[in-house]
């Protein structure tokens, strides 16, 4: 290329510039720690309400409810992450969220907020706790660690095969 290069020229043959990929996430209480959800993957937040035993279901599944006619099993994230039970009171909730395969409550002492932090500023939880295999990340914030759940794991695919074989023993349901 002869001649001087234009101003158009840089812009377009520029280095590209990293951006800063702004992630959302759901905070929530369980005891004193604080934990998070993408905002994505998350419907609603609910008051608890009764939940219905299902026999033979994995152990994490404490039952499920039922919302707008559709069967939504309750997951344990406590008996998930071995930390004491907690009977569900008036003022516990249910935080509503999406997997890949199904919807589930997941019964949560409180919701905090939304967040928004940079995506580099995630912390892989397997570069510091390889054995936190329910835990993908890792935020820090000015107040404290929020660790971020992997909820495509907090069933094994053997468990999701229990549940789905708990919720039709009697009979068929919509998931």
């Known amino acids: 290329m002869n001649g001087p290069v234009s101003s158009a020229h840089l812009e377009t043959n520029s280095v590209p510039r990293p951006t800063r990929e702004i992630t959302q996430w759901v905070t929530f209480h369980l005891d004193d720690g604080r934990y998070a959800l993408p905002l994505a993957a998350v419907e609603r937040i609910i008051r608890a309400v009764y939940v219905t035993q299902v026999p033979l279901a994995p152990s994490v599944v404490l039952g499920a409810i039922d919302i707008e006619g559709r069967i939504v099993p309750v997951l344990s994230v406590r008996r998930r992450l071995g930390l004491a039970e907690r009977p569900i009171d008036p003022a516990s909730q249910f935080l509503i969220a999406q997997t890949r395969w199904r919807r589930v409550a997941l019964l949560i002492d409180a919701v905090e907020t939304v ?61």
């Not at 510091?128 to 794991?153: N, S, W």
């Open 115 to 175: 967040i928004e932090c940079p995506r580099a500023a995630i912390a892989e939880a397997t570069l510091i706790a390889p054995q936190l295999e329910y835990i993908r990340g890792i935020i820090h914030l000015t107040d404290g660690l929020v660790l971020i759940q992997d909820l495509e794991r907090l069933l094994s695919a053997d468990e999701a095969r229990g549940l789905d074989d708990a919720l039709i023993q009697d009979g068929p349901r919509v998931l």
